[in-house]
């Protein structure tokens, strides 16, 4: 086997495709030999990317709205692979939380994850395709001042195995659950929650990890990759914690 883990002739879709771990997956896809679909909201951004890859090209898509998304599945043919990667923050703990941003984290986190899988299920199984979601390490524990975030995360493990059980021949589902990842979204988090102590934050967020550094985008997404490929065909209901050892220590 000389080139394993290869994508060919295989239709990617990934939300929240045109930056951070979404861009990088994208990158990796293509570089595969899969053709991808980057849909984001971020219409510019999303068509910048696709114009620098091969055999990529640009949607524009709020996953929260159940029309946008059934007329983004409207026009496509056939799917292989589905990367459900989009997904927002909100830091605070229960006392500090909005009932409007509660509802707002699961509108996007679950709903939309939720409204775009049920959209692709039946090209998915035309294709016995699978299915990556990327959940955190905050769906498996507890991090402080994240309570509504932990909660949307928790659902997306759930609904990763839910689905594995109710579909165990016809399809593949598998989470993945990084820790921090150096990407723009760190990047926001800093920017609006400690303007004035970047460096000093980031420093504690590299310590975070007993690996001692924040993770990368692109090992994201080479393990989205491993379970998008044939060599992954015995792995379904499975969550891969990405995180190192954030969740060993």
């Given at each position: ?117 049920r959209q692709a299920m039946p090209l ?126």
């Amino acid at each position: 086997m000389d080139h394993p883990f290869r994508l060919d002739g295989r239709v990617a879709l990934v939300t929240g495709g045109a930056s951070g771990i979404g861009e990088a997956i994208c990158r990796v896809f293509t570089s595969a030999g899969a053709k991808v679909i980057i849909v984001d909201v971020d219409e510019a951004r999303a068509c910048k990317l696709a114009s620098e890859l091969p055999n990529a090209t640009a949607r524009r898509c709020d996953i929260t709205d159940e029309r946008a998304v059934k007329d983004l599945f409207d026009t496509i043919e056939k799917l292989d692979v589905l990367v459900n990667n989009a997904g927002i923050g909100l830091v605070g703990g229960i006392e500090q939380t909005e009932l409007e941003d509660f509802r707002r984290l699961f509108q996007v986190n679950v709903e939309g994850m939720f409204l775009v899988t049920r959209q692709a299920m039946p090209l998915l199984i035309a294709s016995r395709g699978s299915i990556v979601n990327i959940g955190s390490v905050a769906g498996l524990i507890g991090v402080k001042k994240r309570y509504a975030y932990c909660a949307t995360k928790g659902a997306v493990v759930a609904m990763t195995r839910q689905l594995a059980v109710d579909y165990p021949t016809e399809i593949r589902v598998n989470c993945i659950c990084p820790g921090t990842v150096d990407t723009p979204f760190v990047e926001g988090y800093l920017e609006k929650y400690h303007k004035h102590e970047k460096e000093k934050v980031r420093a504690e967020l590299n310590q975070r990890q007993p690996i001692g550094r924040l993770g990368r985008p692109e090992e994201i997404a080479h393990l989205a990759l491993y379970l998008s490929s044939a060599e992954a065909g015995f792995v379904t209901g499975a969550v891969y914690t990405i995180d190192g050892g954030w969740t060993a220590a």
